[in-house]
């Protein structure tokens, strides 16, 4: 038998042709890349996920690679689903391309926990979507082992059959039959996208499965990111053929999207189509969604290049022309909260306030003179309440503009303080910002520091009202009123009541965070708190240390120990926090759980608060890492991840070999 010689790279792929590359430093990895042109036994191609330099902005990156690297791109799975410990190629976001690993657990909304070939099982799972995951297959002499399934056959042969090309004579005559559009068929178990036209819901396409045909051109689906009311299953629905698309092809985008550049944005557990308003900071940009004419920031891995669905094949839309723009800025649902505005100008000789972000100073500003600017924009200010190590003399230092003030202008209080109010403290030569939280005889308080949880006790003469410098002026601060509603549902929070079952040893006294229930007005905020008396099992009696009840006094009331969490260590942080920094807030007497956006030289932040979809802006002081309270102890979010693995591992260890443990 007279064998055939195996195919050359030139016979399956031409110039624009979708391809995947493995690179010489990185043989393990297929990137997925477009195809140029051959010379000799290399490829010169375009690289779909890699920039010239680590700028997202620069052009994608361009190079000769050994044609033996280059193979097709697999066409996309739309209906096939994987199990536990299958062996898959997954989209690993850190390498930029395919890479080889086994399925290690089936997460919520279709996505999949992946650990990739090489990677330590208990440390490297990453969360991947659905369609970045797919079947492992070789290319070998033009064919794929495993072979393709008949629709993804169909899928690549539909590319070459929409058009009849003739050559002759180096002429190409390209004929296009126009036939009645007809509505596809959609078959059993064919993952697809379902568009919902009730109120609310326009222009959203949601992730769905075909369970089967129905008569008058309607389909069952299995929705794979909604469920019904009770939450026990997935919600299942009638659909008319027309309301139904076959799911895009993914397009990875490396670089930046642009101004105006429509774009299907994730959001409420569907695809939903908009256009970029503000490229912002950190990868993340306002988008505007056509439909509900709401704005809303989302990270860039939220969003995919928008593709159009015309008569069974699929058209890129890159840009919305400004005469389509219908954008109703009073009616934005996104609610930017901006306190703070350019720095003044100041001259040698003026006194001012400087502050302080260094360790164990956060929210102190300290009296000081300005000696001359710098070439930098910033400062030399001589300190007049510190001294170098020596005592010599007044300590000198660079400050930024951003962190200068004038010295704010003396309010004489004869009246006492009120509890909440907001004060500054003369402490450790410096005024620093605090809350008061008792109001004694003789005129003395205690007040209470947020960033280093204590509560230290003042005469009235070193303590004065707490104004801010805001857009040139100074403003006095009103006394905050937050009422608490306590969530005494029975919810289940990891580290009191937790699936190891493990109960927390509170004790009278105890300095605790008690999480609150306020609606949509202050959801999922924590307030800081004193355990006074156990009141039976589960439930204690706390004073909070910053809310007062309606008769002016100190709040005092009963608590269920799943809302309750010991307060967390301090950490106060001395480098600046960079975008998509997990963080706790301090806002409305409490720490709220928030996600930097934005970070300014001058070590301001925006911070975005996804459960009220509001951006609000926060000095460093006034933020702190976020931690999880987990298995009794305090975690940094980073680590959040690994050690939910290293518990699940672990009791499934325990089952399977109880008598190994001694």
Not at 82 to 106: D, L, M, N, Q, T
Not at 147 to 164: A, R
Request: include cysteine; proline fraction near 4%; aromatic fraction near 12%.
């Amino acid at each position: 038998m007279q064998h055939l010689p195996p195919k050359k790279p030139s016979q399956f792929v031409v110039k624009g042709d979708r391809i995947e590359v493995r690179r010489p430093n990185d043989a393990v990895t297929w990137h997925p890349s477009t195809f140029i042109r051959f010379c000799g036994d290399r490829a010169y191609v375009k690289f779909e996920t890699s920039t010239d330099s680590d700028d997202p902005t620069s052009p994608l990156r361009r190079e000769y690679v050994a044609a033996a690297e280059v193979r097709p791109a697999q066409p996309m799975e739309i209906h096939r689903y994987f199990k536990v410990g299958e062996s898959v190629e997954a989209f690993c976001g850190e390498r930029k391309g395919w890479r080889r690993g086994e399925i290690a657990e089936i997460l919520e909304n279709s996505r999949y926990s992946v650990v990739f070939e090489g990677a330590d099982r208990e440390g490297s799972a990453s969360a991947v979507e659905q369609w970045e995951v797919r079947t492992v297959r070789d290319w070998s002499d033009g064919l794929w082992n495993p072979p393709l399934l008949l629709q993804q056959v169909l899928q690549v042969k539909s590319k070459s059959s929409s058009e009849s090309q003739a050559k002759s004579n180096g002429l190409k005559l390209k004929i296009k039959c126009r036939k009645k559009p007809q509505q596809m068929r959609f078959s059993e178990g064919m993952l697809v996208e379902v568009k919902r036209n009730e109120k609310g819901f326009e222009g959203s396409w949601f992730i769905a499965v075909i369970v089967k045909p129905l008569e008058d051109e309607k389909y069952l689906v299995e929705y794979r990111t909604l469920r019904t009311g009770e939450q026990t299953e997935y919600l299942r629905e009638e659909v008319h053929a027309s309301c139904i698309r076959c799911t895009p092809p993914v397009i990875r985008r490396v670089k930046p999207f642009e101004s105006l550049e429509r774009v299907d944005a994730w959001s409420k557990s569907g695809w939903w189509e908009g256009y970029i308003v503000e490229v912002l900071n950190g990868g993340s940009y306002m988008v505007h969604f056509l439909y509900t004419n709401e704005d809303l920031i989302l990270e860039h891995r939220k969003l995919r290049p928008h593709q159009e669905w015309i008569d069974g094949k699929w058209f890129s839309d890159l840009k919305v022309e400004k005469t389509e723009l219908n954008v109703k800025p009073n009616n934005k649902k996104l609610k930017i909260k901006n306190r703070r505005t350019a720095e003044p100008i100041f001259r040698e000789g003026v006194m001012v306030e400087v502050k302080s972000d260094e360790e164990g100073y956060h929210g102190s500003w300290f009296t000081a003179e300005i000696v001359c600017s710098l070439a930098s924009g910033g400062f030399l200010v001589e300190y007049q309440t510190l001294k170098t190590d020596d005592e010599s003399a007044l300590l000198r230092e660079e400050a930024l503009a951003s962190y200068i003030r004038p010295c704010a202008p003396e309010i004489m209080r004869i009246d006492c303080y009120m509890l909440l109010e907001e004060v500054d403290a003369w402490y450790n030569d410096g005024w620093w910002v605090g809350l008061v939280s008792k109001v004694l005889d003789d005129q003395r308080y205690g007040v209470y520091f947020w960033t280093t949880n204590e509560e230290i006790f003042f005469n009235h003469s070193d303590l004065r009202a707490h104004q801010d410098w805001i857009g040139g002026k100074w403003t006095a601060a009103m006394m905050k009123k937050a009422e608490l509603q306590v969530n005494n549902k029975q919810i289940i929070n990891y580290g009191e009541h937790d699936r190891m079952g493990v109960e927390p040893f509170i004790v009278n006294g105890m300095k605790v965070e008690i999480k609150g229930d306020d609606g949509d007005k202050n959801e999922g905020i924590w307030y800081p708190a004193i355990i006074l008396k156990s009141l039976g099992i589960r439930n204690y009696l706390v004073q909070y240390q910053t809310l007062i009840n309606e008769y002016g006094t100190q709040l005092h009331q009963e608590a269920f120990s799943p809302c309750i969490r010991p307060s967390p260590s301090v950490i106060q942080r001395r480098d600046s926090y960079k975008p998509f920094d997990r963080v706790d807030a301090w806002h409305n007497n409490g720490w709220r759980v928030g996600r930097v956006q934005k970070a300014s030289s001058s070590r301001n932040y925006s911070v975005y608060f996804n459960a009220t979809n509001e951006m609000m802006e926060f000095q460093h002081f006034e933020l702190r890492p976020h931690q999880d309270w987990i298995q009794g102890q305090w975690v940094l979010s980073i680590r959040v991840y690994m050690l939910f693995h290293y518990i699940f591992y672990h009791l499934i260890f325990n089952l399977i070999f109880p008598n190994l443990i001694t």
